[in-house]
């Protein structure tokens, strides 16, 4: 069997099977993260069923378009944006706004790198729409206002259409694809540097939303020891700043320390299944992150499996959680087929719940 043609498939039909699921919560629920996650899942199915399909019966250019729009910009950054619903009234905004400049920060120093060509102004400029968005969500976040999600949501959507502006647009050398000839797994290589820099801005924001906001909603459900403390309730702007500068040491710090005690508490039965949800759906963030970065710089043979694993390992965390799983039915309809022994609650379809 071909790996590139059997792991997109099960990534493809795996990512299909559960935005089916996650659709038939949001019919359920109408929680605003079910139908964006919903969304995201369905990008997730597609770049892996265009894989498939060019693993199966070869590239072509509209097909290796598809991918690189769909795969390479819109999935990480629309599954992230369900997170940001999850979360958004929460102090996670504060989190989001830093990963927008993180992105800016290294969709302008990747530039300076690898002096991709014709990039024209578009390092100043991606960099320059981060910045203003993280401040304007972090202003928010300030105020405890829950539209930070809309200015994030402004971002994505205008960032995806802009990208199939320009995927509609640009004109590609034949054969209109680029594969790695060692391994026969596609590269983004064939495509102008304004469009291979919206991959960064959308995979950093999204992976970080997607990976920090699944282990910061298992940091809020598991029994924790505060062994560093902080607070960003109703501070004056010099002490907010202070404590927003001590957040990510004290979060893993105190996610460390909390551990032992979570362990225990997970083998005496008493710990919330959104905990192990939440940190199988950040190791499922994190995987396809790292494989589709070192894609992205020439070391492709990991690529497919790490797609695989990091749908599969989201999915795991899905069923997990008793919160968001609590009955297997028939999608779409109220035929239960068995039902687990805890009461169905808001929680996440693919963040695990958390924070509100």
């Known amino acids: 069997m071909n790996p590139n043609v059997v792991l997109p498939f099960l990534s493809s039909a795996l990512s299909f099977i559960f935005a089916i699921l996650v659709a038939d919560q949001w019919i359920r629920r109408r929680q ?5 996650s919903t969304i995201g899942l369905l ?3 597609i770049s892996a069923g265009t894989e498939f399909l060019g693993g199966l019966l070869g590239w072509s250019e509209p097909l290796y378009r598809t991918w690189y729009l769909i795969g390479a910009i819109y999935v990480a950054g629309w599954l992230g944006l369900g997170t940001v619903y999850l979360l958004a009234r929460t102090r996670f905004g504060y989190a989001f706004a830093f990963s927008l400049i993180l992105a800016g ?3 302008f120093l990747s530039q300076a790198k690898y002096n991709y060509a014709d990039s024209g102004a578009a390092p100043i400029l991606y960099f320059g729409v981060a910045v203003l968005a993280a401040i304007v969500i972090a202003v928010l976040s300030f105020r405890r206002n829950a539209a930070w999600a809309t200015v994030a949501t402004l971002v994505i959507a205008g960032g995806s259409l802009v990208g199939l502006v320009m995927m509609l647009t640009v004109q590609l050398p034949a054969p209109g694809y680029a594969l790695d000839p060692r391994t026969g797994i596609p590269t983004g290589e064939l495509f102008p540097g304004y469009i291979r820099l919206l991959t960064p801005f959308f995979n950093v924001t999204g992976a970080f939303a997607l990976g920090f906001g699944a282990l910061y909603s298992a940091y809020v459900f598991m029994p924790k020891q505060r062994v560093v403390r902080y607070s960003l309730r109703d501070k004056p702007l010099p002490a907010l700043i202070g404590n927003l500068l001590l957040v990510p040491i004290a979060i893993v710090v105190n996610f460390l320390a909390s551990l032992p005690g979570a362990l ?3 083998v005496a039965g008493r710990l919330s299944s959104r905990v192990p949800a939440t940190i199988l759906i950040a190791i499922g963030a994190i995987i396809p992150a790292i494989t ?4 992205r710089f020439g070391s492709t043979s990991a690529f497919f499996v790490g797609e695989f694993l990091g749908i599969l390992f989201i999915f795991m965390g899905f069923l997990v959680s008793i919160e968001v799983f609590s009955d297997v039915r028939l999608p779409f309809t109220r035929v239960v087929l068995a039902r687990r022994d805890q009461a169905p609650s808001a929680g996440d379809a693919t ?3 958390g924070g509100h």
Do not use: E
């Open 264 to 266: 225990s508490a997970l």
């Open 351 to 353: 963040s695990g719940g």
């Open 292 to 295: 589709s970065g070192a894609n």
């Open 32 to 36: 605003p993260y079910q139908l964006v």
């Open 43 to 45: 990008w997730y199915g």
């Open 105 to 107: 920060l290294f969709t």
